[in-house]
């Protein structure tokens, strides 16, 4: 017989009243009365614990902690004018897993900065189980959106020979004995992906990139999630717009499917995110250049710890404060100087800036990179050289140029940055299971 999860129980209890049920999961809460005891079980599949009414007979089974991995076999009962819609009288209790007093999850709050040091214990937490039921349910809103919109799945190569970007933060493999030569860590699969584009037309993936940037922030993971799509016949101007409905579908998807867990942030995490969240999927985008937010920022009377300045990069305190306190809302920028963007974006025609586009959210920064592509042959090796990387190691993406090239773009979503939005997590660490990031990996 299918065994009911918590979620089942609360979806189905209406059906289940005055029937024998088995409940199992983990004690969250135990309180023990002169002639009743209490007991609040999760097995993390529902924000909601499932209270258990222990009779005095039943005490003896009661010597187990907080953390006890237990059965529990009982009546349900609805109980329409308490607080909890139904509860389960039990009458019989297996303990499965025992706990010993160095269990460190007790009924008390603990710090996030604790929790990172037993990753491995912290979704037992209504905080992380809450996260980590959101973030399945953000990468189902994901894919559906893009399967909806007809795109292909890719995997793409987690090992490659060669820097998707051009810009040396990689993780180098010992692999010249079984390859015959040097390996990385993928940064990017969106090269591999450019060539599925043109024979696919639309194409994405979903797999860990890996960044040796030595960049101990909330916001940066060496080990981090992306979703690259990538599309055939799509410029610049197709690809933000796209690039939007994308980013308010996701959000959306996770308002309806992940409600409970939504409401719980919005009432311990972030008070006002459910009113961020319906601003954000219901509010348009803004867009500015890059020359123009350059304009702003040295107007805007602020001192940041890094000047801004023409042909400087915009650092992540200048897109806090753009779509912070300017637009207060997502702001696309475009248009880059071609020195600051990597050797495979479109040059436009001025020749000194690229097609380029980063999408900027309140409280986190750049969310989404994005780019036409550079589908000129020329042009392509021109920025090759110019990038001191070898025309030799790029020959088979350059080939896709010389074979029936197409105009083509697309973006790259980190899909963790996106999760402490909609969670309101303050710390990229705190929204994957096992963050991994500069100074160790002890897990």
């Known amino acids: 017989m299918e065994q009911m999860t918590g979620k089942l129980f609360f979806d189905m209890y209406p059906f289940l009243d005055g029937q024998d049920v088995t409940v199992t999961g ?63 009288k039990a009458k019989d209790i297996t303990v499965l897993g025992e706990v010993d007093e160095t269990f460190p999850i007790q009924k008390k709050s603990h710090t996030n900065e604790f929790l990172r040091t037993i990753p491995h214990l912290r979704p037992r937490t209504n905080l992380y189980a809450a996260v980590f039921r959101t973030y399945s349910v953000m990468m189902r809103g ?12 890719i995997h793409t190569p987690i090992m490659t020979a060669c820097d998707g970007e051009g810009a040396g933060e990689v993780f180098r493999l010992k692999t010249e004995k079984f390859y015959g030569q040097e390996a990385y860590l993928a940064v990017t699969g969106q090269l591999h992906l ?7 037309r639309k194409v994405y993936d979903f797999c860990p990139s890996f960044r040796a940037e030595d960049s101990n922030t909330p916001r940066h993971l060496a080990e981090f999630w992306q979703v690259e799509p990538e599309i055939a016949f799509c410029t610049l101007e197709d690809l933000i717009p796209f690039i939007e409905s994308f980013c308010k579908s996701v959000i959306s998807y996770c308002m309806k499917e992940a409600s409970e867990e939504l409401a719980f942030f919005d009432r311990f995490v972030e008070p006002g995110l459910l009113e961020k969240l319906q601003k954000t ?6 867009r500015i250049s890059y020359e123009e937010a350059i304009e702003l920022l040295m107007k805007s009377g602020k001192t940041f710890a890094l000047p801004a300045a023409p042909g400087e990069a915009i650092h992540t ?12 809302c997502p702001v696309f920028v475009t248009d880059y100087p071609k020195e600051q963007k990597a050797f495979y974006m479109h040059q436009n025609d001025d020749g000194k800036t690229v097609a380029a586009t980063d999408l900027l959210f309140p409280q986190i920064g750049e969310i989404v990179g994005g780019s036409q592509r550079e589908d000129r042959l020329e042009q392509l090796l021109t920025r090759i ?43 990229i660490r705190d929204v994957v299971p096992y963050p991994r990031t500069p100074g160790g990996i002890a897990f």
């Open 26 to 88: 983990w004690v969250k809460n135990k309180r023990i009365g002169k002639a009743v005891a209490f007991l609040e079980i999760s097995d993390g599949t529902t924000i909601h614990p499932i209270q258990i009414v222990v009779e005095e007979a039943c005490y003896p089974k009661l010597s187990f902690g907080i953390g006890a991995c237990v059965e529990i076999c009982g009546t349900l009962l609805c109980t329409p004018e308490a607080k909890q819609p139904f509860e389960v």
């Open 194 to 200: 450019e060539a599925m584009a043109l024979s696919l």
């Open 317 to 328: 305190e200048h897109e806090r404060y753009l779509a912070d306190e300017v637009f207060r």
């Open 281 to 286: 999927v219901f509010s348009k985008f803004a």
């Open 142 to 153: 994901i894919t559906k959106f893009l399967d909806e919109e007809g795109f292909v799945q």
């Open 385 to 427: 050289r110019e990038c001191g990387l070898s025309e030799e190691d790029y020959g088979w993406y350059c080939d896709l140029r010389r074979f029936g090239s197409a105009p083509h773009s697309g973006f790259g979503l980190g899909t963790e940055r996106l999760m402490r939005y909609i969670t309101g997590m303050d710390n």
